[in-house]
């Protein structure tokens, strides 16, 4: 027996651009109240987006707001909250002059608008000194200067000068968390450098293209 029709309304939103069809692409799902679980995941694998951003208003103002991926929940995802305060200003479900109160498993954000912009506000994460593993030494070119690890288990190193990896492919994943080198540290404005950021992950993290 077939579920009776659901209407939802979805929208896809380039951040960090203005250019159609470029920059990163988000959908957006605005809801009238809660779904299940498995319901936002499935929605999320046919939208085949890296993240499909799920929303509905909250009695205090605000919006509820979660992130999926094809595969997976996660817990923060900052081009997918713009879209979705881009949508509630566009759609004018805000006042062009409110504020977007987002509660999400990562704690309350809030976007702004100022002007042809959106300034969002994002926790930050404190970070403690770890030693990296043997399997990501052996891919840089000198010892880091700092090496940090997040709560989430995310692993940020500091390079000075620039790692070989500024050459590894896309592909290169001996190291268990996502990680990023930078080529240059603080210097004075004069002496500022150009800084590498690379990111890698492992490739179970990737999720598959959805037929």
């Known amino acids: 027996m077939l579920s009776p029709p659901v209407s939802v309304s979805f929208y896809q939103v380039d951040a960090f651009t203005n ?10 799902c605005l ?8 319901w936002l995941q499935k929605v999320a694998a046919e939208m085949n987006l890296s993240e499909t951003a799920f929303l509905h208003p909250r009695p205090d ?11 997976h929940e996660v817990a923060l995802c900052g081009h997918a ?4 305060a881009h949508v509630l200003w566009t759609e004018g479900l805000l006042a062009p002059e ?20 959106i300034t969002m506000d994002f926790p930050t994460d404190s970070v403690t000194s770890t030693d990296l ?23 940020l190193c500091t390079v000075t000068p620039p790692p070989r990896s500024a050459n590894f ?15 240059s540290s603080r210097l004075p404005p004069r002496r ?3 800084t590498l950021y690379r990111d890698f992950s492992p490739p179970a993290w990737a999720f598959p293209k959805i037929p």
Request: net charge positive; charged share 20%.
């Open 19 to 28: 250019t159609p069809f470029a920059g990163n692409p988000a959908a957006v």
């Open 31 to 38: 809801l009238s109240a809660p779904q299940d679980d498995d």
């Open 61 to 71: 103002g605000s919006y509820q707001l979660r992130w999926f991926t094809p595969t």
């Open 81 to 84: 909250t713009l879209a979705s």
């Open 98 to 117: 409110a504020s977007a109160q987002f509660k999400t498993e990562s704690g309350p954000l809030v976007a702004r608008r100022d002007g042809s912009w």
């Open 133 to 155: 593993p043997a399997s990501l030494l052996e891919g840089l070119a000198s010892p880091p200067r700092h090496s940090r690890e997040t709560p989430g288990g995310t692993t």
């Open 169 to 183: 492919p896309p592909t290169w994943p001996p190291c268990p968390r996502s990680t990023g080198e930078a080529s």
């Open 192 to 194: 500022r450098r150009p």
